[in-house]
Antibody, heavy 116, light 108 residues
Framework: QVQLVESGGGVVQPGGSLRLSCAAS????????MHWVRQAPGKGLEWVAIIWSDGSKKYYADSVKGRFTISRDNSKNTLHVQMSSLKAEDTAVYYC?????????WGQGTLVSVSS | SYVLTQSPSVSVAPGQTARISCGGDNIGDKGVNWYQQKPGQAPFLVVY???FRPSGIPERFSGANSGDTATLTISGVEAGDEADYYCQVWDIRSGHWVFGGGTKVTVL
């Protein structure tokens, strides 16, 4: 069955960097677009970024553009997001999800806390 | 950027019908997806492309989309349907995926 497992979350100081990973299994990873979505504590869902199946296209939310970089390694069935210049408002649970126009399957998320 | 507007909350008695609206400029021209999220859990897809249900989603969940409003309808509401529901579209023009603010459904 489809499985997505996020990792790499933790506590980081403002201005710091963090790299999240999402290990995928149970489907043909290299044929699907992949998203990152986040949810601040007690708040709604916020789309972060998408990468095309072959990595040829990447789109970002305005709130993270220039600071976050989405990437994937199809040989290892792994999705990443490199986050830099982190701010307090980036504190959230970060989910990876499979999909194109809809987000068909989601991981359980990893918590990122930006605090001094 | 494209904005989706949802009512913050809906309350419904067991067995009744819950209607959750999602407003957006000419949203009827876009494909709308709906997600359910229970406390402490990841979201999951309950309706995609306006009206289609993924495998395993009960027929009680249905969707419609026209004009400036999309609607998720839950018929015969059960206690287990109590959750937050989010609408979402792909705004092709900006290349952004957009979520509504979410609607909390409370089963009385």
């Amino acid at each position: 069955q489809v499985q997505l497992v996020e990792s790499g979350g933790g506590v980081v100081q403002p201005g710091g960097s963090l790299r999240l990973s999402c290990a995928a299994s149970g489907f043909n990873f290299s044929t699907y677009g992949m998203h990152w979505v986040r949810q601040a504590p007690g708040k709604g869902l916020e789309w972060v970024a998408i990468i095309w199946s072959d990595g040829s296209k990447k789109y970002y939310a305005d709130s993270v553009k220039g600071r976050f970089t989405i990437s994937r390694d199809n040989s290892k069935n792994t999705l990443h997001v490199q986050m830099s210049s982190l701010k307090a408002e980036d504190t959230a649970v970060y989910y990876c999800a499979i999909g194109g126009s809809s987000l068909d399957h989601w991981g359980q998320g990893t918590l990122v806390s930006v605090s001094s | 950027s494209y904005v989706l507007t949802q009512s913050p909350s809906v309350s419904v008695a067991p067995g009744q019908t819950a209607r959750i609206s999602c407003g957006g400029d000419n949203i009827g021209d876009k494909g709308v997806n709906w997600y359910q999220q229970k406390p402490g859990q990841a979201p999951f897809l309950v309706v995609y492309d306006d009206e289609f249900r993924p495998s395993g989603i009960p027929e009680r969940f249905s969707g419609a989309n026209s004009g400036d409003t999309a609607t998720l309808t839950i018929s015969g509401v059960e206690a287990g349907d109590e959750a937050d529901y989010y609408c979402q579209v792909w705004d092709i023009r900006s290349g952004h995926w957009v979520f509504g603010g979410g609607t909390k459904v409370t089963v009385l």
